[in-house]
């Protein structure tokens, strides 16, 4: 199951690709779509750049919001739009 939209089975042309490592498991879109999640410059370390500490961090925070769409918690996305707090998983954005 992926950390960041909670689902085993997404579609991966919305999602991309789910990869292992480092005892974490997430989709590569649901990571770089993921608010306040930071890549680092080297892609070799944790998943793809994204820092086990950092992914859990986020998944922390997304445990205190609904998903505008499907109403479920851990929604890891928050709208970019000012004075916005809608939050949503990546595959409920499609």
Not at 8 to 27: F, M, N
Not at 28 to 46: H, K, T
Request: proline share 3%; net charge negative; hydrophobic share 35%.
């Amino acid at each position: 199951v992926c950390l960041l939209c909670q689902r085993s089975e997404a579609d991966p042309d919305i999602c991309g690709d789910k990869i292992q490592r480092c005892g974490l498991c997430a989709h590569v879109f649901c990571l770089f779509f993921a608010s306040l999640l930071d890549q680092q410059e080297n892609e070799r370390i944790g998943l793809q750049g994204f820092l086990p500490r950092d992914i859990l961090h986020a998944v922390n925070r997304a445990a205190q919001k609904n998903c505008c769409i499907c109403g479920q918690s851990g929604a890891t996305i928050t709208c970019c739009g000012r004075d916005c707090d809608l939050s949503f998983h990546l595959p409920c954005a499609k």
